[in-house]
């Protein structure tokens, strides 16, 4: 009788066959399936040759090949394929049997799914996998969330698989309830488009500015990686711009500028909007990806609209400096916004998080992986309550001291027509942050002059609203006070 494997999955492709891959190493017996199932076959007598890996041919064939509980990881495309499987897979399951979905499915499907399958009175996780393909086939970060009593069973294969960080740590820990793991994935997803526009902005600043070839820019890039920006995006940025083409000349400046996005962006902006939260880097971020893309339209603009001859102020090494002391605070301001979201949604969703573990998770394996991460571990470790990163005496301190280079780039930016939406954003929000008094006093007056919308008064009591009959022409009457 053949052994019954440690667990399966279903969806081979490339983040399927890799996390495999990774699972066969570790010591696991790993089933797989796939719809097409041609796909089993080329994997079997393929990549997974010689190895503790058994195709199955039905569904039938893989549940019976699992050992109980039975662990079963989809990895396919979110939306309807996710509930198609799912459905397809309770009638073969018992009672604890985990349905394991780690794909980049929105939380509130997570949310919904987990209720769903525990009424069949089975187990469910909804986990971010984060690192692409090559981290998931030498150690991704995982993000797991949903069923509680499912973790024990998981635990031992996921944290096998995961990243592990200098002290032998693993970049997986068990995240919440519902979809907590999906959405710390997806606010991960958020800052990975921030961090990957801070880089654009310094790099078309360079380039447009500085008149920097890709090679003077790969030098640049090797420096900061050896210091304080030191980070995976940094150091594949460097291998970029070194990066040749068969002719002999930088890969770089020969791809469109037109860029692609899975909506994960877009859904940590909506998430924001939904809870209040001021998450304004990353949302332009996500508007900057939708402004690339209308390539042939800003190529008519550019005839069009001319903006100012550009002039370098001062010396090219300050100019340089400065511009890593703005991607290093815009930086901060990113992760800032990001630990905000998560802790409204916690709040809303009554997810108990573990903010400093969650930077543990992102150390290792995934995109936004650097050394930064672990002053947001030390940080929540020295005050687990602390409302805002900005407030931190490292990140405090930080950001104060790269201000001034900060400024200096965001105006010579503006000053010589060079978009920098991202790094803008993220010194608006840090002056706003730490405004005492923001002109919504005015904002206020305005709704209650057009809609009677009432405003709160700084010598009552908070909580106590008042509505004034500007026009002399309108009655007592006011609408009623709520916030979306």
């Not at 797989?32 to 079997?44: E, P, S, W």
């Not at 305005?446 to 909580?463: I, V």
Request: proline share 4%.
């Amino acid at each position: 009788m053949n052994k019954l494997s440690d667990i399966g999955l279903i969806g081979l492709a490339v983040m399927g066959e890799n996390l495999v891959l990774n699972m066969e190493s570790k010591g696991f017996r790993v089933t797989v399936f796939n719809r097409t199932v041609q796909k089993v076959d080329d994997f079997i007598n393929g990549r997974a040759k010689g190895k503790n890996i058994t195709g199955a041919h039905s569904i039938e064939e893989f549940v019976a090949s699992l050992s109980r509980p039975r662990k079963i990881m989809i990895m396919v495309k979110a939306g309807n394929a996710v509930d198609d499987m799912i459905n397809t897979l309770i009638p073969h399951l018992e009672p604890g049997d985990i349905i394991i979905d780690g794909g980049n499915t929105h939380f509130p499907d997570t949310n919904r799914r987990t209720a769903y399958v525990e009424s069949k009175g089975l187990l469910y996780i909804g986990t971010g996998v984060s690192g692409g393909e090559e981290g998931a086939l030498l150690g991704p970060s995982i993000m797991p969330g949903g069923s509680k009593a499912a973790w024990p069973a998981v635990r031992p294969v996921f944290q096998a698989i995961a990243a592990k960080v200098e002290d032998g740590s693993p970049c997986c820990d068990w995240v919440g309830e519902n979809g907590a793991g999906h959405f710390v994935k997806m606010v991960h997803n958020g800052i990975e488009y921030g961090d990957m526009q801070l880089i654009c902005e310094a790099y078309q600043v360079m380039r447009d500015l500085l008149k920097m070839t890709a090679d003077e820019m790969h030098l640049v890039f090797k420096e900061w990686n050896e210091g304080d920006l030191n980070s995976y995006l940094i150091e594949i940025t460097r291998d970029i711009l070194a990066f040749r083409d068969t002719d002999g000349h930088p890969l770089v400046d020969k791809i469109l500028d037109t860029a692609g996005q899975k909506g994960t962006g877009k859904w940590t902006g909506i998430a924001a909007l939904d809870l209040g939260i001021p998450l304004t880097l990353i949302g332009e971020a996500v508007f900057s990806r939708c402004l690339s893309a209308v390539k042939d339209e800003r190529v008519r603009a550019s005839k069009i609209l001319h903006g100012p001859d550009s002039a370098l102020p001062g010396k090219k090494s300050q100019f340089l400096n400065d511009l890593r002391d703005a991607l290093y605070a815009s930086k901060i301001v990113s992760y800032a916004q990001g630990y905000s979201l998560m802790k409204a949604a916690a709040e809303e969703y009554n997810w108990d998080l573990n903010y400093g573990g969650i930077a543990l998770m992102w150390r290792g394996g995934c995109i936004i992986r650097s050394a930064f991460l672990g002053k947001i571990k030390e940080a929540f470790n020295n005050d687990p309550s602390i409302t805002n990163l900005l407030l931190d005496p490292f990140f405090k301190e930080r950001v104060e001291k790269a201000q001034e280079g900060w400024r200096r780039i965001v105006a010579s930016a503006i000053s010589n027509g060079i978009p920098v939406p991202a790094m803008s954003s993220a010194l608006g929000y840090f002056d706003g942050y730490r405004c005492e008094k923001l002109p919504a006093n005015l904002l206020q007056a305005q709704r209650d002059y057009f809609g009677a919308h009432t405003y709160e008064r700084t010598d009552k009591p908070r909580g106590e609203f008042f509505h004034t009959n500007w026009t002399g022409r309108g009655g007592a009457t006011s609408s009623s006070t709520y916030n979306v």
